[in-house]
């Protein structure tokens, strides 16, 4: 079946200007996260949804980061104000309502804020 | 604090040599532990992951992992590496506690097989 798509998969900004990125996450999949990964980094957590709501958000690094959810579908980060250390590739990953669950990770969208 | 470690940056191996990428890890509670690799301009990929039973865990590409908890490590090894097996491997590690599914991520070790 389809995995988890993302769009769009490279996004250059001008610092300042607002940006929104979206995940589809494998259909069925009630959990989905976001992550950042900055260059020669690992993952960074940012926020966690089961269905449309938000337990933790405790990886949003700034109030400029915020992440809503419709339903157990589709979520949009957005990026008010872009700053140049924005400059990432934001991951999305879905995964079951289990506890053992494997998170299964889109191909990412390249975020350059110049 | 809950952390991961991969304590090699790059690993270096020959064709159809073992391989072994290494994890430590230091959390409370019972982990869940994750390996996913990483390929050029691609998505992280599953490999495999620890979460009771058998401390040996077999994966994808016929990879494996040994979970030892009174080392904390969840090493990756392989056999008889493949040159197609050259990518970023990464660590994780899921604390079981409730409703936190974070993931707490090591940085990477990079793996390069000669051929």
């Known amino acids: 079946g389809a995995g988890v798509s993302q769009s769009p998969s490279n996004k250059v900004t001008e610092k300042g200007k607002d940006v929104e990125l979206r995940c589809d996450p494998i259909s069925g999949h009630t959990a989905l996260y976001w992550y950042r990964q900055r260059l020669g980094q690992g993952l960074e957590f940012l926020i966690y949804f089961q269905g449309n709501s938000a337990p933790d958000k405790s990886g949003l690094p700034s109030d400029r980061f915020s992440a809503e959810r419709t339903g157990e579908s589709v979520s949009t980060l957005t990026i008010q104000r872009t700053q140049q250390e924005d400059s990432a590739v934001y991951l999305c990953?879905?995964?079951?309502?289990?506890?053992?669950?494997?998170?299964?990770f889109g191909p990412g969208t390249r975020l350059t804020v110049l | 604090a809950q952390s991961v470690a991969q304590p090699e940056d790059q690993v270096n191996v020959a064709e159809g040599n073992p391989l072994t990428v290494k994890c430590t890890y230091s959390?409370?509670?019972?982990?869940?532990l994750f390996w996913y690799v990483q390929y050029p301009n691609r998505g992280l990929q599953f490999l495999l992951k620890?979460?009771?039973?058998d401390n040996l865990v077999k994966g994808s590409y016929g990879f494996e992992a040994e979970f030892n908890k009174s080392q904390t490590s969840f090493h990756l090894k392989k056999p008889s590496a493949l040159v197609s097996d050259s990518a970023l491997y990464f660590c994780?590690?899921?604390?079981?506690?409730?409703?936190?599914?974070?993931?707490?991520w090591g940085l990477g070790t990079s793996l390069a097989v000669n051929p």
């Open positions: 990953a879905s995964s079951t309502r289990t506890s053992t669950d494997t998170q299964y």
């Open positions: 620890y979460i009771t039973g």
């Open positions: 959390v409370s509670g019972n982990p869940y």
């Open positions: 994780a590690v899921r604390v079981n506690a409730g409703n936190n599914r974070k993931l707490i």
